[in-house]
């Protein structure tokens, strides 16, 4: 699989890919499942990534606080989706390239996909989705 083919974690629904729409891409994309519990993750911490939007278990600030993040940039996300296809991956070892799956490529691709959008409001959108929810 190339970068540019988005695999289905990447879409929004509890199961991965259901609100995949071939007319309509971007919707919901990057808003999958397990990215935004891998994002919730790597934001506020593993004791939140699981937990319902309005639960709070940390005892110390969250990741986000410590390191200055104030808001999720394309660059997050694009982490984000990669840390995802890792995570479910074949690999125990980070290696660039898993299989036919370049992550260098599609952490570029991500970015450019939503800083190139064709769509702005798209981009607007989606990082609105992003700074509410982590």
Request: glycine letters at 6%.
């Amino acid at each position: 699989m190339r970068a540019l083919v988005w695999p289905a974690m990447v879409y929004s629904g509890k199961i991965a890919g259901e609100n995949f729409n071939p007319q309509q891409v971007q919707n919901g994309l990057f808003e999958g499942y397990l990215l935004e519990r891998v994002m919730r993750h790597l934001f506020t911490g593993p004791s939140s990534a699981l937990c319902a939007d309005s639960e709070s278990v940390g005892t110390r600030p969250c990741n986000a606080c410590l390191h200055n993040m104030m808001e999720v940039e394309a660059e997050n996300i694009a982490y984000g989706v990669i840390q995802s296809h890792f995570a479910i991956g074949s690999r125990d070892k980070w290696k660039e390239e898993d299989r036919n799956y370049n992550y260098q490529s599609a952490y570029y691709w991500v970015i450019s996909t939503i800083r190139d959008a064709p769509d702005p409001n798209w981009a607007k959108a989606l990082h609105e989705h992003w700074n509410l929810y982590v």
